[in-house]
């Protein structure tokens, strides 16, 4: 013996596993990361369009909410017209139609004066915008109004989908509904029946035509000329 110490020789499996990771675990470790990435991946996709989704069907239902409320309250106040020298009354709708309507109401949100507003309503064909316009009354006498004041115009909702359902749909006091002309145009003697208006309004989402659309519906009475209307 020479003093020195024997030399241990370490087994073959410890050997191999300190020669790091081999080509086969890689791969599996790659392919299980792939998978993982993918689902994550597709989760904060799908969330993604969700939030995306809620957050235009609820500008839709805002823009739908206000439209209709507007218009609904215009409607409820139509009113006849005294006419000069005359004991017959002008009947509150001079335009009755399937996207289109102009009446005379009570209503009045410019000023503090108590008088009639002329208001219009009309879909745009091109940017499907529903327009409001509003024409103030000039008093003729103290009982009589001409519609020749000021105009304004204004957006209540865009766009406006395009649906099988007209936005207005007209029903006499019995509430049967008085159907429109081949133009979509109720006639003078139809005008002065209108005892109801059934409003249905659909905004478009971000893509027309799929689950975005929000489509709103209200009927309403007109009290003040038929008093005993009936909901269709």
Known sequence: MNGRP?????????VRADDGVSLAELIVAIMILGVVLTVVTGTFSSLARATSQARTIDQATREATNGLDSMSR??????????????????SFSVAGTDSMTLISAVNLSGS??????TSYRVDATTRRLVETTTQSVSV???????????????????????PTPLFRYYDVAGQQLLPQ???????????????VSITLS??????GTDDDVTLSSVVLLTNLFPSAVTP
């Not at 020749?148 to 395009?162: D, E, I, K």
Request: glycine share 4%; proline share 10%.
């Open 203 to 208: 905004v478009a989402g971000a893509s027309p």
């Open 141 to 163: 006498s103290s009982t009589f109004w001409e519609f020749s004041g000021a105009t304004s115009s204004r957006t209540l909702a865009t766009p406006v989908a395009v649906i």
């Open 6 to 14: 024997p030399i241990r020789v370490a087994p073959a499996s410890r």
């Open 113 to 118: 004066v108590n008088k009639p507003q002329q």
């Open 182 to 196: 081949a133009n979509g145009l109720l006639t003078d003697d139809q005008e002065k029946s209108v005892a109801s």
């Open 74 to 91: 215009v409607v409820r106040a139509a009113a006849n017209n005294p006419v000069p020298n005359s004991t017959t009354l002008a009947p």
